[in-house]
């Protein structure tokens, strides 16, 4: 994947503010469906070293992806169906960095972005030509620290307690504990014919993304507001 597409992909979010964090439509609530196909994942892995250093893991990624299509293509209560893999890799970037900026522009906005904000044209261009008339797109970040990167970051913390407890002659102590793991699903789901999101939620944890059991658990919890079919 295109570095600069990577990065629009991952850090879409961040400027995102703190109102509305999940939504479903009025839709989807009176008739929920099951088995809603979703395209392939977009998985971003990144590292930090003992030299402080962070960059992109592909080993790391390719971990994390492999483990969260073995979910997918697993049988469970998640309502995700097929998963769909593209040919056309620029195609492929072209929607993921589309999505990922729809779902910022609604994630922390109030609700009336997301029920009136269109999908991205590439999207509906996938989703019309495969008769797709819901679609799931699933991101699947994460970061893990070297050992070496871990044990500087907790000198780093426990030296600034030291010298924030001197400067203050005891009276106040300041520390940050330095986060070892990160793993964070956005789920949206789109509506084709309404042209607009049906679903999304996302979910943040300081847990490793390598491993299979958090994969499993965050992307159940990132579909926990589903509404669930009764009939």
């Known amino acids: 994947m295109k570095k600069s597409v990577l990065l629009t992909i991952t850090l879409a979010t961040l400027l995102a503010s703190c109102s509305t964090t999940r939504y479903v439509s009025a839709e989807l609530k009176d008739a ?10 977009y998985t971003t892995v990144f590292w930090a070293n003992s030299a402080l250093q962070e960059e992109f893991s592909d ?3 390719i971990i994390a992806h492999e483990q969260l299509l073995d979910v997918l ?5 998640l309502p995700t ?12 970037e072209e929607i993921g960095a589309d999505v990922a900026e729809l779902f910022a522009h609604c994630y922390g906005n109030r609700r009336k972005v997301a029920e009136t ?12 030509d495969n008769e797709l008339p819901y679609l799931a797109v699933i991101y699947q970040d994460g970061f893990s620290r070297s050992a070496g990167n871990y044990a500087i970051q907790i000198g780093a913390a426990v030296f600034e307690a030291i010298f924030t ?3 203050s002659l005891g009276t106040y102590t300041a520390y940050s504990i330095p986060t070892k793991d990160m793993l964070t699903f956005r789920v949206l789901i789109a509506d084709l014919y309404a042209d607009r999101i049906a679903y999304f939620n996302r979910v943040e944890t300081e847990h490793s993304p ?12 990132a579909f926990g507001p589903y509404p669930r079919n009764n009939k």
């Open 32 to 41: 929920p469906l099951d088995s809603i196909p979703v395209l392939e994942p």
């Open 59 to 61: 080993s790391l990624t």
């Open 73 to 77: 293509e697993t049988p469970s209560p």
């Open 81 to 92: 169906g097929k998963v769909l893999y593209m040919q056309d890799g620029e195609f492929y």
């Open 117 to 128: 904000a269109p999908l991205p044209t590439s999207l509906r261009e996938f989703m019309t």
């Open 165 to 167: 407890t001197i400067f």
């Open 210 to 221: 390598t491993e299979r059991y958090n994969n499993t658990y965050y992307l159940q919890r």
